[in-house]
């Protein structure tokens, strides 16, 4: 690869991804057994075992291809759309304490009153519209959130990304999540309906039209401002907080460098870091969550007629308890899926320490 190829690989944050020889001169010479890895040759040396460095796979999927945006695209759907298809019963509990408080008065009632009123089947009532429209949306919040870290980092250049890395991790995540929401909201819409109104409709395929009918194509949008509210912040503390935690346990919590650390390791870092940035977004976003529930259950319904009947301090706490098990969960499952796929097509984990300004370059110009 010619120099000025590997010299755009430098900025922030392709310091996330940068190659072997750029590693080995940012973290010095002296290199330490991984406890996590058995021992193996240097890394780029050919033959004596299999690597355990994780290198830009230049071989499989050049970064920032197209081919390494729609990998990228196809993790974001596996990681959201399974994670929140699996969480459905605490969704639909949740979503059901939020609206009807007085009937679901606990995590544990409101499971009791489902499987009464419902039976078992009715935990995963709404499961399809959650499948495609969180599908829709972890295409869309991944695929464009590499797109825009990747965008936002050029034009700043390569020191001011790297001294305002989180503000670009904020931005990325921020304008990829308002792409997101518009592809998640009429599945979100029909989704709250269906959970939350016993007969309104069986799923998606009766809910779609049934909907409509009602409230026209426009009202499949209703919500999305409220989306909005709850999302942006949501996914803005769920990358940058992530970026920032794993950066953190890779430089203070682990006594090697990355690159020397296992697929494995590295992926339990990924849902580790994941799990505690989910806590931290489920308390930001809750408020726009209860409202979003509301409105699409609501028909007619405003913020201010949400706000009057939930009060402030009920738009903060209800079902936050379950929220913070739910999201902690369903976050760190995503960035741990989300990762394995970026490993089982050769892209290195997301997140890790990055180098000192400049660093990058002058290991690259050395080994050219």
């Given at each position: 690869?010619?120099?000025?190829?590997?010299?755009?690989?430098?900025?922030?944050?392709?310091?996330?991804?940068?190659?072997?020889?750029?590693?080995?001169?940012?973290?010095?010479?002296?290199?330490?057994?991984?406890?996590?890895?058995?021992?193996?040759?240097?890394?780029?040396?050919?033959?004596?075992?299999?690597?355990?460095?994780?290198?830009?796979?230049?071989?499989?999927?050049?970064?920032?291809?197209?081919?390494?945006?729609?990998?990228c695209t196809a993790g974001g759907?596996?990681?959201?759309?399974?994670?929140?298809?699996?969480?459905?019963?605490?969704?639909?509990?949740?979503?059901?304490?939020?609206?009807?408080?007085?009937?679901?008065?606990?995590?544990?009632?409101?499971?009791?009153?489902?499987?009464?009123?419902?039976?078992?089947?009715?935990?995963?009532?709404?499961?399809?519209?959650?499948?495609?429209?969180?599908?829709?949306?972890?295409?869309?919040?991944?695929?464009?959130?590499?797109?825009?870290?990747?965008?936002?980092?050029?034009?700043?250049?390569?020191?001011?990304?790297?001294?305002?890395?989180?503000?670009?991790?904020?931005?990325?995540?921020?304008?990829?999540?308002?792409?997101?929401?518009?592809?998640?909201?009429?599945?979100?819409?029909?989704?709250?309906?269906?959970?939350?109104?016993?007969?309104?409709?069986?799923?998606?395929?009766?809910?779609?039209?049934?909907?409509?009918?009602?409230?026209?194509?426009?009202?499949?949008?209703?919500?999305?401002?409220?989306?909005?509210?709850?999302?942006?912040?949501?996914?803005?503390?769920?990358?940058?907080?992530?970026?920032?935690?794993?950066?953190?346990?890779?430089?203070?919590?682990?006594?090697?460098?990355?690159?020397?650390?296992?697929?494995?390791?590295?992926?339990?870092?990924?849902?580790?870091?994941?799990y505690i940035a989910?806590?931290?977004?489920?308390?930001?976003?809750?408020?726009?969550?209860?409202?979003?529930?509301?409105?699409?259950?609501?028909?007619?319904?405003?913020?201010?007629?949400?706000?009057?009947?939930?009060?402030?301090?009920?738009?903060?706490?209800?079902?936050?308890?379950?929220?913070?098990?739910?999201?902690?969960?369903?976050?760190?499952?995503?960035?741990?899926?989300?990762?394995?796929?970026?490993?089982?097509?050769?892209?290195?984990?997301?997140?890790?320490?990055?180098?000192?300004?400049?660093?990058?370059?002058?290991?690259?110009?050395?080994?050219?």
């Amino acid at each position: 690869m010619a120099l000025s190829d590997r010299s755009r690989e430098s900025l922030l944050p392709s310091f996330l991804y940068t190659s072997s020889a750029a590693r080995s001169f940012a973290t010095g010479a002296t290199r330490f057994p991984s406890p996590v890895s058995p021992a193996s040759p240097a890394p780029g040396a050919v033959g004596g075992g299999a690597p355990i460095s994780i290198q830009a796979p230049r071989e499989k999927i050049e970064m920032y291809s197209p081919a390494f945006y729609a990998a990228c695209t196809a993790g974001g759907i596996a990681s959201c759309g399974l994670t929140h298809m699996a969480v459905t019963p605490l969704d639909l509990v949740k979503c059901n304490m939020q609206i009807d408080p007085a009937k679901y008065k606990s995590i544990t009632s409101g499971f009791g009153v489902l499987l009464k009123e419902q039976g078992p089947r009715g935990f995963f009532r709404g499961w399809v519209p959650t499948l495609l429209g969180y599908s829709a949306q972890g295409a869309c919040k991944f695929g464009f959130y590499e797109f825009f870290k990747k965008y936002y980092s050029d034009i700043a250049g390569p020191e001011y990304a790297q001294k305002y890395k989180t503000l670009i991790y904020l931005a990325g995540s921020a304008s990829a999540e308002v792409i997101a929401d518009v592809a998640l909201c009429p599945f979100e819409a029909v989704k709250v309906r269906v959970q939350t109104q016993p007969g309104f409709a069986r799923g998606l395929s009766d809910g779609l039209p049934k909907f409509v009918r009602s409230e026209g194509a426009l009202g499949l949008y209703k919500g999305i401002v409220p989306l909005w509210g709850r999302q942006i912040p949501y996914t803005m503390m769920k990358f940058a907080s992530f970026e920032t935690i794993v950066e953190m346990i890779y430089k203070h919590a682990v006594p090697v460098p990355k690159s020397e650390c296992s697929k494995s390791f590295q992926l339990g870092i990924s849902f580790a870091g994941g799990y505690i940035a989910g806590v931290f977004c489920a308390i930001v976003s809750h408020p726009a969550d209860n409202l979003v529930s509301f409105l699409n259950n609501a028909k007619g319904a405003t913020v201010g007629d949400a706000v009057k009947k939930l009060g402030l301090w009920g738009l903060f706490t209800r079902g936050l308890p379950l929220r913070i098990v739910m999201i902690g969960t369903l976050t760190g499952a995503q960035w741990g899926i989300y990762d394995a796929f970026k490993v089982m097509v050769g892209l290195p984990t997301t997140g890790g320490v990055t180098p000192a300004p400049g660093a990058a370059e002058k290991a690259l110009q050395a080994s050219a």
